[in-house]
């Protein structure tokens, strides 16, 4: 019974995140002058909007950061916030954005999950199998890791790209072997008989980044950082509150409060301001994409970087 609530609440959470991707209000949006801000269904952005903390802005929700990247190039939103990667491949991608703020490090929030039952007790043990994984989402850069970690290529597993919501039904009924997944997608597949093979830890950082693009930038800034103000005193109110946090959250994710708050333990963090050594860490990472050729050529990421909202997010 159990199982079957947890399935619906993905299917739910998957058909607003469809029908509320489409940003209906964006050209109302647009034209009022409002602050348009994509964002994904978890974490600190859910809660701004949840607590209704930003009074002003407009809501566009997005299944995945490649897809809120996608946004910010068709003009559909002034701000986002997606995980590693993202930013990377949207640069490869010729996408223009600045990156604003980050947050602490996240690397218990994205793992690979795998049926117990079929015996595998570390990620080398998944050469020759099927790894599925979205591309181009913060996973994408775990994988590399974990493959560098044991010694092995991407010739060595065979990697199906799936969105999250193709994810789930694939690893459920056994058509992979592996799932490479983030919360809160990570914390409604914990299902009995599922284990955690590795997390990110002592892997990748997995930071969440903001993103804005160039025009809003130089024509919204004095909302941005009104908006960067009030992210930061709510994060800081659910660090503060967590199960306050989970009841006010729990709604808005349309999943249950053990899951929320399971997965709210582990991923929630504070905002972050910009340093070189931030930049340099994604630098590492972009660079580390290229040599693999999973972009096309190379790309300055230190370039992107504007820590003129930084004061919002101390």
């Given amino acids: 019974m159990h199982a079957r609530r947890t399935i619906a609440a993905l299917v739910a959470l998957t058909l607003s995140i469809v029908s509320a991707g489409c940003g209906g209000d964006d050209d109302a949006a647009a034209d009022s002058g409002a602050l348009r801000v994509g964002y994904q269904r978890f974490g600190g952005l859910s809660l701004v909007k949840a607590k209704a903390a930003a009074p002003g802005v407009t809501w566009s929700l997005f299944e995945s950061g490649p897809a809120l990247t996608e946004a910010l190039k068709a003009g559909a939103i002034d701000l986002g916030q997606t995980g590693e990667a ?41 050469r020759g199998r099927t790894v599925a994984l979205n591309k181009g989402s913060n996973v994408n850069w775990l994988l590399v890791k974990l493959l560098e970690a044991n010694r092995m290529t991407l010739a060595d597993i065979n990697v199906k790209y799936l969105k999250p919501a193709e994810g789930r039904p694939a690893f459920d009924n056994d058509q992979v072997d592996a799932w490479i997944i983030w919360d809160p997608y990570f914390a409604l597949a914990e299902q009995p008989g599922v284990q955690v093979l590795a997390d990110a830890t002592g892997l990748a950082n997995n930071r969440e ?8 930038v130089e024509g919204k800034s004095a909302q941005i950082k009104t908006f960067l103000s009030a992210y930061q005193k709510t994060t800081e109110w659910g660090i503060a509150n967590p199960e306050e946090r989970t009841k006010v959250l729990a709604p808005e994710l349309k999943i249950d409060e053990a899951v929320t708050a399971r997965a709210l333990a582990r991923s929630a963090q504070p905002l972050a301001p910009l340093t070189p ?7 590492a990472i972009a660079d580390g ?12 990421m230190k370039a992107r970087i504007d820590d003129q909202f930084n004061t919002e997010l101390q």
Avoid: C, M, N, W
């Fill in 86 to 126: 993202p930013p990377i491949f949207a640069a490869a991608g010729k996408i223009p954005f600045k990156i604003v703020g980050t947050s602490a490090p996240v690397p218990k929030g994205e793992a690979v999950l795998v049926k117990k039952a079929k015996g595998y007790r570390s990620f080398a043990d998944l």
């Fill in 209 to 216: 980044y903001i993103l804005v693009s160039p025009e809003a």
């Fill in 277 to 283: 050594e931030i930049g340099a860490e994604l630098q």
């Fill in 289 to 300: 994409f290229t040599k693999l050729e999973l972009i096309p050529g190379a790309v300055d």
